[in-house]
């Protein structure tokens, strides 16, 4: 068992050349015959042009061959790269507790699922519970702390009565895994620790059942909620990010505001209001938000999600420098209210996209 473990990364150090393998012997063997067969050393067309088709034929079909081997193979690596992402940051369920969900992630890596933001939403005894991160830095540098954080809380939240009790978790396994990380980078060698600044912005969201959302926010962009207007709430000041500071004894978990039956929230990550198009101008988040409220009020959180998302793409481009992630989460218990009372409705979600007055 020894011996064979010692001679696995020799192996795998050679896997890479075993493609070229057949080429290289191809060749070896045409400089081989073209030097050495007195039949190679015929000066007539006729057997210049047979010799030039026939080592051109085989040749061609050994490449081909090769290529064949290198998309198969690149095909296995990024189904199973697929399949780890999708367990990483699976696909949220279209509804959960009366509630309609749509959410999507684009990476700033090209080709990768998953970069340095999170999310997820589960219905716990304590009601339906909702996570946005972003992880420092960007790409699939950050995966090892997505993961840290979201099984933590992916299990935190279904035992935590409370969402303060959800946070410590979240910490004390991120702090785990910064941990690890330092210990491995140091035994690779000495120099600088990047491990050491690792931290996480991190919105917790509870949704109680009469609408309420109860919030814990560290370092993270607050979210919008939609009807017939957008609106960017908060409540108060948030805690620095995890892992940059000691959490404080006591933590201000908040009634933010109340989600009314067929309101729905965005939540999102940074990437997404930072985004800049070719001339540096930011992403207009909230512009595109009102605009999509206001056209169809009550649409489907997968509809804004894409919305945002091809307004986004079309503003960038498609050249992202960071990794965005959109949430989506409408109301939609006793829908039939919606219908009710459309004026009032439509006249309290204009007051409430208004501008505040200045004090002075």
Sequence with gaps: MIRWRSRKPRAGRAAPLVPLVLPGLWGAVAVTWKLTCPLAQREDLVTRIASSVVFFAVGTA?????????????????AVAHAAQQVLLRPLPPCLDGLSLAATQLSSVRGAAVGGDLYEVVATPYGVRVIIGDVRGHGLAAFGAVAAVLGSFREAAHEEPGLGGVLRRLDRALQRYVGERARDECAHGPGANPSAEEFVTVLLLDVRRNGDLMVLNCG???????????????????????????????????????????????????????????????????????????????????????????????????????????????????????????AQSAEHGLRRSRPAPSSR
């Design 62 to 78: 050994l490449v081909i061959g090769v290529i064949r081997g290198l998309r198969r193979e690149l095909r296995q690596i990024k």
């Design 220 to 342: 993270h962009p607050w979210p919008y909620r939609l009807g017939y207007g957008a609106e960017r709430l908060s409540a108060g000041d948030p805690l620095p990010p995890l892992g940059a500071f000691p959490l404080p004894d006591t933590l201000p978990v908040q009634r933010c505001a109340r989600l009314l039956p067929c309101e729905a929230l965005l939540l999102h990550t940074d990437g997404a209001e930072e985004a800049r198009d070719a001339a540096g101008r930011f992403f207009p988040l909230e512009e595109v938000l009102v605009r999509a409220a206001r056209s169809a009020p009550h649409r489907a959180p997968a509809a804004v999600v894409e919305q945002v998302r091809t307004s986004l793409l079309a503003h960038t481009r498609g050249r992202l420098a960071d990794d965005v992630a959109l949430v989506a989460v409408r109301n939609d218990r006793a829908r039939t209210s919606c219908t009710r009372l459309p």
